[in-house]
């Protein structure tokens, strides 16, 4: 045979051909849109509708053209045939990459890191060391049934008494809690009771001889004038412990406003010192004009102060 010389193709050997071209085509154009989504253009953009070109009717060896109807209808057919196979394989691969086995040593305390006789791992996944250790507890079950019964059992009924005593001891922790919240209740109530009672006896008395801290100043713990601040004002007036569980905002506001209003009128300025700072000793009668004067601030601070 000279060199170089090609014969012509058959129908069979030209449809085959064909089909390897169209595979290639296909893959082609399925590598164009696995990069163009990869690189973040939208599905539209890659041309899926690929138009592959007619190879048009083939030649017989002896120069006689065929129509190749029924050529071209299983050439098509073959071809989306083999674009289906290459989804398919695709959707199986991106399923076998999203499984990932973690080996027993390194997954963390709330897995299955601890339980030494779990069946549930995959024997496939198991290393050699792994794969014996099943094999083993796998047969000692099933030899010791009413033992890995009994075992079961233990565990459940140890499970069962650790809840029970989680449950006991947060139950003593609540009750303690409560008793120390109803213990502050009782004693701020007291601290309150003590205020009012203070103030009853001071108009009724008519004593000339006070001092700075025979006034009832409305703040926690010994009276100091860098005391008379806002903050500690309001903590004595309104401390959490006292309030009202369930009470509406709206009552809140009211109480709140009553209370402030009474400490406005005991120590405004003109109240105060026309009838407690004259009462009190000249030398202390000073001190005694800055704290209600402190106090008369502090109020009026909180009374325009939303709440």
Excluded at 92 to 106: C, D, F, K, S, T
Excluded at 284 to 304: F, K, Q
């Amino acid at each position: 045979m000279p060199k170089g010389l090609r014969l012509k193709r058959t129908p069979a050997e030209q449809a085959e051909h064909d089909l390897r071209k169209a595979r290639k085509a296909a893959k082609k154009a399925a590598l164009r849109q696995r990069r163009a989504q990869d690189a973040g253009f939208a599905e539209e953009d890659v041309d899926l509708d690929y138009a592959f070109p007619d190879p048009g009717p083939s030649t017989s060896r002896h120069g006689t053209r065929t129509t190749g109807t029924a050529e071209d209808g299983s050439f098509h057919e073959k071809l989306w045939d083999a674009l289906g196979d290459d989804d398919r394989l695709d959707t199986i691969e991106a399923r076998l990459n999203e499984y990932a086995h973690v080996p027993r040593r390194w997954r963390g305390a709330g897995s299955q890191a601890h339980d030494p006789d779990s069946m549930d791992d995959d024997p496939r996944s198991m290393d050699d060391d792994e794969y014996a250790e099943w094999v083993r507890v796998g047969m000692w079950r099933r030899r010791n049934a009413a033992a890995h019964h009994e075992q079961q059992r233990q565990q459940a009924a140890q499970a069962a008494a650790r809840a029970e005593a989680a449950r006991i001891l947060k139950e003593k922790e609540d009750a303690r809690r409560r008793g120390r919240e109803e213990r502050e209740r009782r004693r701020q109530a007291d601290v309150r009771d003590t205020y009012e009672r203070r103030w009853v006896e001071l108009l009724e008395s008519t004593s000339a001889d006070l001092g700075f801290g025979d006034v009832p100043w409305p703040v926690c713990g010994k009276a100091d004038i860098s005391r008379l601040t806002a903050e500690g004002i309001s903590a004595f007036l309104f401390p959490v412990c006292l309030e009202v569980e369930g009470s509406e905002d709206g009552g809140k506001a009211r109480i709140r406003r009553e209370e402030l209003r009474g400490t406005m009128l005991r120590f405004h300025p003109d109240k105060f010192e026309g009838r407690i700072l004259p009462r009190v000793r000249k030398e202390e009668r000073d001190a005694a004009r800055e704290g209600a004067n402190a106090v008369a601030r502090a109020v009026a601070a909180l009374m325009e102060a939303k709440f």
